[in-house]
């Protein structure tokens, strides 16, 4: 079993800058992709950015890239998303998840339904 906890949501201004954390604990061996996912209401949920823990390769999705960036740190096992320069169209419940296990630097592309474990999400809200 994994365990995710999403924290550091919030409300912000257009333009405004928040840092999302992800806490990974349990059966976490192997090699794996962690991917944030975003939804709102009415939607599907959305791939925003992703992970590897073999080789540290990063995916953006183009709504994202240059404004978001995703790190790791090991020692804490926590991994964070970095999300600036945002705009109301960022407002969403932000979930991170893990991926299955994977061979080293094997590419995956996170989709929602290939993630196995969710975290509970954390809201960002970008109002004026």
């Known amino acids: 079993q994994v365990q995710l906890v999403e924290s550091g949501g919030g409300v912000v201004h257009p333009g405004g800058s928040l840092r999302l954390s992800c806490v990974v604990s349990?059966?976490?061996?192997?090699?794996?992709?962690i991917a944030w996912f975003r939804q709102v209401p009415g939607k599907e949920r959305e791939g925003v950015s992703s992970?590897?823990?073999?080789?540290?390769?990063?995916w953006y999705a183009d709504s994202v890239k240059g404004r978001f960036t995703i790190s790791r740190d090991e020692s804490v096992n926590t991994v964070y998303l970095h999300t600036n320069a945002l705009t109301p169209d960022d407002t969403a419940v932000y979930y991170c998840?893990?991926?299955?296990?994977?061979?080293?630097?094997?590419?995956?592309?996170?989709?929602?339904?290939?993630?196995?474990?969710w975290g509970k999400g954390t809201r960002v809200t970008v109002s004026s």
């Open positions: 992970i590897s823990t073999s080789d540290g390769d990063t």
């Open positions: 998840a893990k991926g299955p296990d994977l061979g080293y630097s094997e590419y995956f592309h996170p989709t929602a339904d290939r993630m196995e474990y």
């Open positions: 349990g059966s976490t061996d192997g090699f794996y992709n």
